[in-house]
């Protein structure tokens, strides 16, 4: 039993599928691993043994190479073998000997210390095209990441995260300090106490949504706005432009992260701009004229292809796929 276990662990340790379990970078993963460690709770002491190493100390690939290291030694002890000085000289050499190479072993500590502290300093979860990951940062708040995001923070303080893409944020409240939750993007910070709210930050703009609480923007040209339940905020430092709407009751915007695209009077060129940032594709139309089409409900988002389907569909156009390029052609 125990080379059993010994065996598994070597195994866990190499596999991918379960350091994505362990990072919850996705689904499947994910839920593969829980129905895993479900059937086999022989294994359990195991299975978070294999975790706790693959998310205990690492270092930075970047390291002293051993030849570098070998050179400096070297010429360390060169400088004390010549056979001419004499024994009182010989020992304020070999006092010298050791001075110097504890000098550059306390280099090399240094270095790897310095790169040991950057490399943990920072926690950072990155999804690829068409992925979405479920977080639980430390303080509690859930984090649905989109495809093609990243989130990332300081691991001594996960309330002050930076994002790059889209993500549906419930912030963990904190009332005994009142201890405000920050997004900050390329445009703006989110700066909340416990709320819902979704953050899009594709195509040189930020849109915020919120669900439900109270949260303030604070622009990047110093400007500060409030926002309420219902609304949508959209601003880019670059045209200096803010722009509130009132969301549609009736639709839940934030679908997407139950595995379902939600448009409500959008224009095909947006959606396809948004199929683009979420699976890498970029799309090309044929007429110029279909880029105004006007599309409204619902478009599955977990699978690429009946996405597709669904989008040709709504809009009446054939999508063609074609050298990772989508060519939207007019029927």
Same mark, same amino acid.
Not at 151 to 171: C, H, I, T
Not at 307 to 316: D, F, P, R, V
């Given at each position: 039993m125990q080379e059993n276990k010994q065996h598994l662990l070597e195994n866990l340790l190499n596999d991918t599928s379960f350091k994505n379990w362990v990072y919850?970078?996705? @689904?499947?993963?994910?839920a593969f691993w829980n129905n895993w460690i479900a059937n086999n709770a022989e294994y359990i002491d195991t299975i978070y043994?294999? @975790?706790? +190493?693959?998310?205990?100390? @690492? *270092?930075?690939?970047?390291?002293?190479?051993?030849?570098? +290291?070998?050179?400096?030694? %070297?010429?360390?002890?060169?400088?004390?073998?010549?056979?001419? &000085?004499?024994?009182?000289?010989?020992?304020?050499?070999?006092?010298?000997?050791i001075y110097a190479t504890s000098v550059l072993l306390s280099? &090399?500590?240094?270095?790897?210390?310095?790169?040991?502290? !950057?490399?943990?300093?920072?926690?950072?979860?990155?999804?690829? *095209?068409?992925?979405i990951i479920d977080l639980k940062l430390p303080d509690g708040t859930t984090v649905v990441l989109n495809g093609n995001s990243e989130l990332k923070y300081n691991k001594d303080n996960s309330r002050d995260v930076v994002l790059n893409g889209e993500?549906?944020?419930?912030?963990?409240?904190? /009332?005994?300090?009142?201890?405000?939750?920050?997004v900050t993007t390329q445009d703006l910070k989110v700066e909340v106490f416990?709320?819902? *709210?979704?953050?899009? !930050? @594709?195509?040189k703009k930020t849109d915020v949504l919120l669900d439900e609480g109270s949260i303030s923007l604070l622009l990047e040209n110093g400007n500060s706005t409030k926002m309420q339940p219902g609304e949508i905020v959209t601003y880019s430092k670059?045209?200096?432009?803010?722009?509130?709407?009132k969301v549609n009751s009736n639709i839940k915007y934030t679908h997407w992260i %139950?595995?379902?695209?939600?448009?409500n009077n959008v224009t095909l060129l947006e959606v396809m701009q948004y199929i683009e940032n979420a699976y890498g594709i970029a799309s090309e139309f044929k007429? /110029?004229?279909?880029?105004?089409?006007?599309?409204?409900?619902?478009?599955?988002?977990?699978?690429?292809?009946?996405?597709?389907?669904?989008?040709?569909?709504?809009s009446g156009v054939t999508i063609q796929k074609q050298n990772n390029k989508l060519l939207i052609i007019e029927n």
């Amino acid at each position: 039993m125990q080379e059993n276990k010994q065996h598994l662990l070597e195994n866990l340790l190499n596999d991918t599928s379960f350091k994505n379990w362990v990072y919850k970078k996705n @689904r499947n993963d994910i839920a593969f691993w829980n129905n895993w460690i479900a059937n086999n709770a022989e294994y359990i002491d195991t299975i978070y043994a294999a @975790r706790d +190493i693959v998310i205990g100390i @690492r *270092f930075n690939k970047s390291e002293l190479s051993e030849d570098f +290291i070998n050179d400096k030694l %070297d010429n360390v002890i060169k400088k004390n073998t010549d056979s001419t &000085i004499d024994n009182g000289a010989k020992s304020n050499k070999k006092i010298e000997l050791i001075y110097a190479t504890s000098v550059l072993l306390s280099g &090399i500590i240094l270095f790897f210390a310095a790169n040991f502290f !950057t490399a943990t300093s920072e926690v950072i979860h990155k999804t690829g *095209f068409g992925e979405i990951i479920d977080l639980k940062l430390p303080d509690g708040t859930t984090v649905v990441l989109n495809g093609n995001s990243e989130l990332k923070y300081n691991k001594d303080n996960s309330r002050d995260v930076v994002l790059n893409g889209e993500a549906y944020f419930k912030v963990k409240s904190k /009332p005994s300090t009142k201890a405000k939750f920050w997004v900050t993007t390329q445009d703006l910070k989110v700066e909340v106490f416990g709320t819902h *709210f979704n953050v899009n !930050t @594709r195509n040189k703009k930020t849109d915020v949504l919120l669900d439900e609480g109270s949260i303030s923007l604070l622009l990047e040209n110093g400007n500060s706005t409030k926002m309420q339940p219902g609304e949508i905020v959209t601003y880019s430092k670059e045209s200096d432009k803010i722009v509130h709407n009132k969301v549609n009751s009736n639709i839940k915007y934030t679908h997407w992260i %139950d595995g379902t695209y939600i448009f409500n009077n959008v224009t095909l060129l947006e959606v396809m701009q948004y199929i683009e940032n979420a699976y890498g594709i970029a799309s090309e139309f044929k007429n /110029p004229n279909t880029k105004n089409i006007v599309i409204t409900g619902g478009i599955p988002n977990e699978n690429l292809t009946i996405c597709i389907m669904a989008l040709e569909k709504a809009s009446g156009v054939t999508i063609q796929k074609q050298n990772n390029k989508l060519l939207i052609i007019e029927n």
